[in-house]
């Protein structure tokens, strides 16, 4: 998902992944499999087969940890400050991880295009000492949309290749 946000001073893009479902949906989900596994290993423990009791516990804390996982993944954006004479660059999940400021003179785009057509396509911000990759969490339709408003903001692109990158 990508949106824009403008003002007098200064536009705010911000790059994010789809989310499908909230943590506070996935706990429900987890909640529901744990009393659907409860039932089932009562039944088992009534019957007197105990030792499926601790398996049906393990399952659910599998479970649990991979929607916590998945969720975590997903909290991930990068988010792009344009003012009138630089970009400030931000990636993180929860918190600014990595900041990166550039003049915006000093920036370009370089694209690559994916041999497959479901594929995004593979943007980086260009400066004279780094190649930084953007969006690489997005679809195909956001990667697109992502490039179009970088392109809005008067980034240029300098490189556009159908099967490789070349570096600047």
């Known amino acids: 998902m990508v949106t824009l946000h403008e003002d007098l001073a200064e536009s705010l893009l911000i790059a994010q992944p789809n989310r499908s479902a909230s943590w506070q949906l996935n706990k429900l989900i987890i909640a529901a499999f744990a009393a659907w596994w409860s039932l089932i290993a009562g039944f088992f423990v009534f019957r007197g087969l105990w030792p499926i009791a601790p398996f049906a516990g393990l399952e659910v804390l599998g479970l649990a940890t991979a929607l916590y996982y998945v969720c975590w993944k997903l909290q991930q954006r990068h988010v792009f400050r344009f003012s009138q004479q630089q970009l400030i660059l931000q990636k993180g999940a929860y918190y600014p991880r990595f900041t990166w ?16 057509p479901w594929d995004p396509l593979k943007i980086f911000l260009c400066s004279r000492d780094q190649q930084i990759p953007i969006g690489n969490f997005l679809s195909k339709d956001d990667s697109k949309k992502l490039l179009t408003l970088l392109r809005a903001q008067g980034v240029p692109v300098r490189n556009y290749s159908e099967s490789t990158r070349i570096d600047i």
């Open 101 to 116: 400021q550039f003049t915006r003179e000093a920036i370009s785009l370089s694209v690559e295009v994916q041999a497959h």
